[in-house]
């Protein structure tokens, strides 16, 4: 049991804001430090609250964070005192080494300053694609050394340059393998070179004429299918520094082509499945594991890309410009330039990509520990500044330009269980960088001052750390009073139960040798405490959602009110302040301050300081009658203004504009009042500090005008004739439509009507027949 309190006792240290060392000395005077059924954690608290407790200031231990600055060598440029530094002798970021100590929680802040030094000393590789459909571009770049050169030249006096080439994997379906296209892969009428992967043309030289001769000779290679087999060049590029020639300057890597790429995994058409290891696998300046190695992944690339701090420009036409814009995105410190067909503009895609890059200053830094936060905020030119991801980059740096960082570096817990931890920050594409050595605080310094065998241990049976004892082997209690092997837990549990209760130590705690170490909370604010944890500080009656109303603290389930509370949540505020009406009274005069609101006796007022009554008279109906009689000598009490009106000061103003505003005087009141003759006068009611009225009157009147007969005389004539021409037009309409109608209706029945056929029965015909009745037809 105690074996786990310790254990406890101990990653609590690790976390906690303030740490307790009590000396062999306060160890003496401070071990009551404790209360009833305090665990030994307790001891670890915030510096108010352990003052509050009742510990003195020097038996408080509070470690603190420190930045300790090892090496920081001013910022160099390549020219110092008339001499040319090597570039291992330039300094463009300093300090170059820290020791952080952490503590948990506390973040480190220290200042990063760059600065882009003049001249410089520039490495670049161009690393270009000898597919045939590249045969015109290469023309163009045999005489690329010298033009170059002559350009770089205005940027850097120290600059070196390199040549390679690539094709494809040298296996099927990538290129034919039958014995005549191994030797020559176009067609007959073309005269190529066989196929490879990667052929390390030039190292880096400074010789611009080598660059050209060697460039010259290259011929042209061909391969089956369009994508090419860039990412193993690169991966060879970037990792065999030696064979290369690359030195800790600025690393450029030019990568032209014209067709996309393969990347992990297409080698399996191949039947190559075996990942790429990154290493260096150049014999003769050739790549020799194309059959046996994958593709790289991106992720790799970017790894190694970044560990040998090469920045990289894609020459690409525009066609896969697209492609190649969004492998940018993913590859940090790298450009990309529209080749033209021929690669006529390579020089100056080049000279534009590094300006590019190296106007830019992005920070990086190597793996965390577990635990360990960073972060920056920088500070550029023109004074901007950017947190988060843009914290860690400024734009637009020129040579001579000077930028901060500033770093923070925070821990939680005790990470690598207190053992010292390394991180790096460097500015990508550069090789310079800062080392940090981060120290972690996990325990306070008093448990390397223990004292075995202390005779406050219970006559020796444990060490006394930090005021508490640490008991040996065998041994229970706070102050190792108990041994596991001469004790009954049934005895032991019967010292823990309140009032012979059934409960050990409340159901809030344990019993730990016959005494109750309390609980502890998920909330370090909140504890058990009492004898038989039977007190607690945060089951107080609340108000507005606050333990004793945010007034008090609670102690044993009862809230202890500050000064000028009272309740039993101490919510009752006893300040009466907040009482006090318009006239400096309390509640009006008509009412009690009671927690710091009015109760009104008088039913009459309402409000919070008992001063609305919404049936009493206002002040501008109260005084009407005395203001107009003394104004105007008109009103109600005309004939006893001298005896009644007396009592307020009048001051006459031409007009209401003219009136006291709100904000000139306190207690001020603007009235408008109707007199007999239906006109509005208006005043202004204050009374001043000594108590006296004044009172402030417009002597313009604002009074209705009356009516122009004749607009209404006009109006009523139009109205009326108006609508006689609108009853006109609507019974014009309806006969009109009554009619056709009609016509409508006619014209049916006349085209439904039927005439009968049959003879007329008193008709006779004109024509009489008669018949010889001798005629037999002969």
């Not at 001020?668 to 003759?677: L, P, Q, T, V, Y």
Request: aromatic letters at 8%; hydrophobic letters at 30%; glycine letters at 8%.
């Amino acid at each position: 049991m105690y074996i786990y309190i310790y254990i406890y006792i101990y990653m609590f240290l690790k976390t906690a804001p303030s740490f307790v060392r009590l000396n062999t000395t306060d160890a003496m005077l401070q071990r009551g430090f404790l209360k009833e059924g305090e665990q030994k954690s307790t001891r670890c608290d915030e510096i108010e609250a352990l003052i509050k407790k009742g510990c003195t200031k020097a038996s408080i231990e509070d470690p603190r964070g420190t930045v300790t600055v090892n090496k920081n060598q001013s910022l160099t440029d390549r020219t110092k005192d008339g001499v040319k530094l090597k570039p291992d002798q330039i300094t463009q970021i300093q300090p170059q080494k820290l020791s952080l100590d952490l503590r948990s929680g506390e973040a480190q802040k220290f200042i990063l300053t760059f600065k882009r030094a003049e001249d410089y000393p520039i490495d670049l590789y161009y690393l270009m694609d000898l597919s045939y459909s590249m045969k015109d571009d290469l023309e163009n770049v045999k005489n690329l050394g010298t033009d170059l050169m002559s350009e770089m030249q205005k940027i850097t006096s120290d600059f070196r340059i390199g040549f390679g080439s690539f094709v494809e994997k040298t296996v099927m379906p990538y290129i034919s393998t039958t014995p005549a296209k191994l030797l020559n892969p176009c067609t007959s009428d073309q005269n190529c070179t066989s196929p490879f992967s990667y052929k390390n043309v030039l190292s880096l030289t400074s010789d611009g004429t080598q660059f050209n001769n060697l460039v010259s000779k290259q011929q042209i290679s061909g391969n089956l299918d369009s994508p090419e087999g860039g990412f193993d060049a690169i991966m060879q590029v970037a990792v065999c520094a030696n064979q290369i020639g690359w030195r800790n300057v600025t690393r450029l890597l030019v990568f032209s082509t014209d067709a996309g790429f393969h990347f992990a995994g297409d080698g399996k058409l191949g039947g190559i499945v075996l990942p790429n290891d990154g290493k260096c696998h150049l014999q003769d300046n050739m790549y020799t594991m194309s059959h046996y190695y994958d593709y790289p992944s991106i992720a790799h690339l970017v790894q190694k890309l970044s560990e040998n701090n090469i920045q990289t420009i894609f020459a690409v036409t525009k066609e896969f410009q697209p492609v190649y814009q969004e492998l940018k995105n993913l590859i940090p410190k790298s450009a990309v330039g529209t080749l033209s067909s021929d690669s006529g503009n390579v020089i100056k895609l080049i000279i534009d990509a590094y300006n590019s890059l190296s106007s830019e200053i992005i920070l990086e830094n190597s793996r965390l520990p577990e635990g360990v936060s960073i972060s920056y905020i920088s500070h550029c030119k023109n004074g901007v500044s950017g947190t988060g991801e843009n914290g860690r980059k400024c734009s637009n740096i020129s040579i001579g330009d000077q930028v901060t960082f500033e770093v923070a570096v925070t821990a939680k817990g005790c990470p690598s269980k207190g053992k010292s931890e390394t991180i790096k920050i460097k500015p990508l594409g550069f090789t310079e960088e800062v080392e940090i050595v981060l120290n972690f605080i996990c325990e306070c310094e008093c448990h390397k001052e223990g004292i075995p065998n202390s005779p406050a241990c219970h006559f020796g049976n444990g060490t006394l750390e930090c005021g508490a004892c640490r008991c040996n082997e065998g041994r229970i209690g706070r102050v190792c009073e108990c041994s596991k092997d001469e004790v009954r837990t049934e005895d032991l549990d019967a010292n823990c139960r309140m009032d012979n209760g059934t409960d050990i130590c409340s159901n809030n705690g344990d019993c730990v040798c016959g005494t109750c170490e309390c609980q502890k909370r998920d909330n370090p604010e909140e504890r058990y405490s009492g004898k038989f944890c039977e007190c607690d500080n945060f089951s107080c009656d609340r108000s507005n959602n606050k333990l004793c109303g945010g007034h008090g603290r609670c102690e044993c389930r009862k809230c202890i009110c500050d000064a000028n509370y009272t309740g039993s949540a101490c919510d009752c505020s006893l300040d009466t302040s907040t009482c006090l009406a318009s006239n400096k009274q309390i509640c009006n005069g008509r009412g009690t301050c009671e927690c710091g609101v009015c109760k009104c006796t008088d039913s009459k007022f309402q409000g919070p300081t008992c001063e609305i009554c919404p049936t009493c008279p206002g002040v501008c109906t109260e005084h009407k009658d005395c203001v107009q009689c003394r104004a105007f000598g008109t009103g109600d009490k005309k004939d006893t203004c001298e005896k009644e009106c007396s009592y307020f000061n009048l001051i006459t103003k031409k007009k209401k504009e003219e009136l006291p505003q709100p904000n000139d005087q306190p207690y001020i009141n603007h009235c408008k009042e109707r007199d007999a003759n239906d006109c509005w006068f208006f005043f202004t009611y204050a009374t001043r500090n000594d108590s006296t009225v004044e009172v402030h009157v417009a002597e313009e009147l604002e009074c209705p005008s009356g009516p122009d007969i004749i607009p209404i005389v006009a109006g009523v004539v139009a109205g009326i004739v108006l609508i006689g021409l609108a009853l006109l037009l609507i019974w014009k309409l309806l006969m009109i439509i009554h009619d056709r109608r009609e016509f409508a209706k006619f014209e049916k029945e006349k085209m439904n009507a039927k005439w009968d056929a049959g003879e007329n029965p008193i008709y006779k015909s004109a024509v009489t027949t008669v018949v010889n009745p001798k005629y037999e037809g002969k």
